[in-house]
């Protein structure tokens, strides 16, 4: 077989919600949607009908946690532009955790309340702060004696 020098035409396609550089081809644009759909469903699979998130199931354990609730949040917002039915859930859940004296804590707590924000408002005009600032004073914070008490 010789070589012409000339390559076959290719189709080219963007991906839904992505910068117009990002040009795909018809294969690439069918896995990396496959793809998603399956991150998709492992994502959702993994919330809790109670609200939050885990990543890691024992048996008879489910540890939901604020870092995997931000992290699956965050995948559901950046990566595929999700929509959450059970939304109040989750941010409930968010909210009900106790402090901890680890910044990290707090910076998943924070982190999933602006995913939720997101989420729930998926117009430019709905990332408001104000919703989170709301939500972070309602956060219960410990006392001189350390002790959780309510905002």
Known sequence: MSYSGEHPPTRVMHLEGSPPALALDEALQAHLTLALQRASAYLLGK???QGGFCFYRGYYLEELNPADTWHGLAVLRNLLHAELPQWKRH????VSQTVEPQPFALYCRMRSLYALDTIHRPSPAGRSGAW???????LPYPDRSGRTTAA
Do not use: G, L, T, Y
Not at 91 to 94: D, K, L, N, R
Not at 132 to 138: D, G, K, L, N, Q
């Open 91 to 94: 941010a409930e859940f968010v």
């Open 132 to 138: 989170i600032r709301s939500r972070a004073a309602h």
């Open 47 to 49: 919330q809790s009908p």
